[in-house]
């Protein structure tokens, strides 16, 4: 009993200020969308394009055959000089990076990259520069607005969700959870994770919907009270991520539902999930 | 019953490879009574899988033994013709799952076998199937018999596969008596993704993304046991820089994961301090790996031939600062558990798993060692940075809940020792060339103790060098009976309880 009393005064306070307060530091290493410094771009080169396990870097001009979007064959095209990524797609792994032989892709450090609609993900690499003749306005990433009037009307100050893990790699939901922890306290938000979907005002998907999942999905969905709202998490719900093409998933949670909140990554960072959820509600304002 | 030693199966070392033709093929018969009694002898079963056979329409069976006394393995193998084989299952029980597999992913029916049944509820990639389905019948997951105790006060309870928490789905089936539960009978294959079936063909692109995403919260442990398959096969030789930064992060990795199961199970019997400080202080762990490679589950750190992220002098002082820390917090935060007798009293005796029962299935890892079997790859058939430095194997003699929470706890600690030791005289790292294409027609096994225990990758490749089969196995794979089994004789309201004891990954197994 002392010794739990101790132990409690040496721990201390943990809660996170944010977003009062600054965001906990990331990485130096952290990965956020890739980005190609658009001058030391050599035209037609498309190496980064040809390693990126997803296909998820694509050409203007990039014709994609069926062995290529199965992650086997090439890509053929011309370089046109304007890269587009699916943020939808990209693992926010390193293949990219270490395939330009020009060294001129890098990550961004920014965290922040839930959208609201899935064609919100397709943006320019280069972020603008004159080389591609792009403007940093039409590359940059829109991120996630709040909810309509009314749904915020409702679920604004409490939001119950219902997590369905259906097929990832079990990371996604390891970052949920961690929102629950005392550090990030999600339920200061008025944010929960309940036990059935009978209690829930929406759900939370992570994994590609593996085939053996799809009813289990559509299930638990049909469960929960109108209004609803869905949220994805991670790059399986999005578009399959790791598993896009396979037979046995079903590429995402896609147009199976009707999906208010996308959060890429794989795994998003709890703090790109915690930004996109504050974006939803409101909390955080799209401008700042 | 013949002796080991001319069984014909061909010995091989951990991280090693060897042209199939150098496999010698055996008669069926022989090579079932070589599983028989070598496991009868105390050896145990690695992996046991097929791939397709050189004649069409046959098909090839292929075992990785290990013998843990003696810290080798070894590879045996049969060609089957026919949709048919007698099962070895009633003559040495830790295969049943591996039959099972074989019949589904084949078609191929273990005869004799005592319960089989689907176990991903997958299609058979030949044209046969084990069941006879109807090729264009759907195949619903969870759907078909399961075991049932009759009688009139006995009812079952079912799970799944959406469970309550933020967990992935399984079915289970309890068969209980008021609150106790006679038997547990569960169903997977809800995760299942097809991985196995994309990296044949490979390596490409995809393949190390696989192997990180067999199951998330092994990475370091799945990527680098693909790595090293893929270094065995190709005879590469692994800097030391790369060999002690996969082990420091295979150790955080088993840090974070063990933290965080003591705080579940903390949390489990509404013990919150630990929970809740657990909790925490596994965030910081993941935040320790994500400080080598950027991702807090070490994505990209593991690429064939070594790491994507070297660690330089000031990263590695930093790190040590933070395991000082963690090392610290951890303790206080753990120690409160074996401190207080309401906590003692749920995780004693309860979810007891006997040794004997514990061999004769062939479980590994923290379920083994707390059951008191001394089985640990990075003891019995160290690899990488683990043939130079040894880390002590932690075992119990109780195999129940309090067992299996404790070994994680010494474990904590041998980890924390390991990766000190390795920050305070790290060796800098050194230009490593890249990795070359494949052999053909060789085998590769690659074993790596990740933190539910052993992680078994087998690579063989057909005449071009590619991956004509990867075989993986998770060390749920093993596990996921053993806790049905500990469960017998229990009360259903500590089956939460229980579970978490094991953690075991449903991913993993349905891969
Ligand atoms: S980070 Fe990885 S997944 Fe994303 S675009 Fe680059 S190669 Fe593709
Ligand atoms: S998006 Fe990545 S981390 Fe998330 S479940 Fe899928 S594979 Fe795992």
Known sequence: MFKSIIARAKQGHRTMRYPAGAPPALSDRFRGRPTIEGAKCVQGCLACAQACPTVAITDRVAITDRGAIQGRGAIQGRGAGRHEVDLGKCLFCTDCARACP??????????????????????????GSAASGTSPESDA??????????????????????QVSAGGCNACEADVNVLGTIGWDLGRFGIQMVASPRHADGLLVTGPVTRNMELALMKTWDAVASPKIVIVVGSCAISGGPFIGHDEACGGVGDMLPVCLYVPGCPPHPLTILDGLLRLLGRIKSAS | MMSDRNDNFAPLGNCRSIRLAEIPELPFDRFADAIVSRTAAGQRVCAFFASAGKASGSTRLQVVIANDDEDSLAVGCCSVSGPA????????????LFEREIAEQYGLKPVGHPWLKPLRYQRSWTDRDAWDRDRGAAILPGVGDFFRVEGDEVHEVAVGPVHAGVIEPG?????????????????????????????AGGPDRRSIHYAETVAGDTTAGHATTYCQVVEALSGYRTTVHSHIVRGIALELERMANH?????????????LPTASFCGRIRGDFLNMTALLCGNRFGRGLMVPGGIGFEL???????????????????????????????????????????LETARELGVVGVAA?????????????????YRYVQIPVSTYDTGDVFARAYIRWLEIQQSVTFIKERLRSLTPPSPAPGIGPLPPDSLAVSLNEGWRGEICHVAMTGPGGSFSRYKIVDPSFHNWYALAVAMRDQEISDFPLCNKSFNLSYCGHDL
């Open chain 2, 259 to 271: 933290v965080g199961d003591l705080g579940a199970l903390s949390g489990d019997v509404g013990y």
């Open chain 1, 141 to 162: 990433l829109r991120l996630a607005a709040a909810l309509p009037k009314e749904m915020m009307r409702l679920f604004g100050r409490s939001l119950k969700l219902r």
């Open chain 2, 312 to 354: 330089d002098a000031p990263r590695a002082g930093e790190l040590l600062a933070r395991v000082e820390t963690a090392e610290r917090e951890v303790a206080q935060a753990v120690n409160l558990l074996w401190d207080d007798q309401s906590v003692m009293a749920r995780f004693e005796d309860t979810g007891p798993l006997p």
């Open chain 1, 102 to 127: 020009q060294g001129a892709i890098s990550h961004s450090p920014d965290w922040r990259l839930s959208v609201s609609r899935r064609g919100d993900f397709m943006v320019g690499m280069e972020g």
């Open chain 2, 171 to 199: 079915h289970f089936r309890f068969q209980c008596h008021g609150e106790k539960v006679f038997h547990l009978e569960i169903a997977l294959g809800y995760q299942h993704r097809g991985i196995e079936e994309a990296l």
């Open chain 2, 85 to 96: 084989f007698e099962s070895i299952t009633p003559a040495c029980p830790q295969v049943h």
């Open chain 2, 369 to 385: 060692r707390a059951s008191g079997l001394e089985r640990d790859v990075r003891y019995n058939h160290p690899t990488g940075i």
